[in-house]
T-cell receptor, first 114, second 116 residues
Framework: DAMVIQNPRYQVTQFGKPVTLSCSQT?????MYWYQQKSSQAPKLLFHYYDKDFNNEADTPDNFQSRRPNTSFCFLDIRSPGLGDTAMYLC?????????????FGNGTRLTVT | GNSVTQMEGPVTLSEEAFLTINCTYT??????LFWYVQYPGEGLQLLLK?????DKGSNKGFEATYRKETTSFHLEKGSVQVSDSAVYFCALSDRGRGSTLGRLYFGRGTQLTVWP
């Protein structure tokens, strides 16, 4: 089945130690998104790629970076994680059918910063 | 701007009870509206959608009607099951162009717990 896969499911890192989360998709979608979801809150968009075009949200901290080496893969790099970055990180994809195109989410990576 | 307001949870119901989760939105144009569901430990899954006024989205016994006059998209189910226990998110997608196609604005989510 075509899907969005995130690895790892759970990640623990120390304060200030860089961490990379990965996402892959078999849907061949043009758009890939990274969301941050803190406990009991709505997912918050960090940035997204439209093909290779990177789009950062205005309030995304500089600490968060992303790479998309090809259509299938996208990475979220947190350069110096703080305790406040503990959250679920969700990757999603969508096609280019316009505003009615739903997002397809992975199961997320739960990151804990200690 | 665009925003979504959902009723506060948690919502606790007995099995076979009727469910309503209220959702209202503010949008600058003519958005598409969605309900996503998140089961414990998982990512979000699309539950249903509606792309224009008066459209009704439905799936797995859940329904929601796009009401432009009241800017609402309330989620309903006639008879809930224990397996419906999850967090439900209302969302809208603005018109966008190019790289903003499909960008979603989420509500805060409503936790639903169904007891047998």
């Amino acid at each position: 089945d075509a899907m969005v896969i995130q690895n790892p499911r759970y990640q623990v890192t120390q304060f200030g130690k860089p961490v990379t989360l990965s996402c892959s998709q078999t849907l061949n979608h043009n758009v890939m998104y990274w969301y941050q979801q803190k406990s009991s809150q709505a997912p918050k968009l960090l940035f997204h790629y439209y093909d290779k075009d990177f789009n950062n949200e205005a309030d995304t901290p500089d600490n968060f970076q992303s790479r998309r080496p090809n259509t299938s893969f996208c990475f979220l790099d947190i350069r110096s994680p703080g305790l406040g970055d503990t959250a679920m990180y969700l990757c999603a994809t969508s096609g280019t059918q316009g505003r009615s195109s739903p997002l397809h989410f992975g199961n997320g990576t739960r990151l804990t910063v200690t | 701007g665009n925003s979504v307001t959902q009723m506060e949870g948690p919502v606790t119901l007995s099995e076979e009870a009727f469910l309503t989760i209220n959702c209202t939105y503010t949008a600058t144009g003519y958005p598409s509206l969605f309900w996503y569901v998140q089961y414990p430990g998982e990512g979000l899954q699309l539950l249903l959608k509606a792309t224009k006024a008066d459209d009704k989205g439905s799936n797995k016994g859940f329904e929601a009607t796009y009401r432009k006059e009241t800017t609402s998209f309330h989620l309903e189910k006639g008879s809930v099951q224990v397996s419906d226990s999850a967090v439900y998110f209302c969302a809208l997608s603005d018109r966008g162009r190019g790289s903003t196609l499909g960008r979603l604005y989420f509500g805060r989510g409503t936790q639903l717990t169904v007891w047998p």
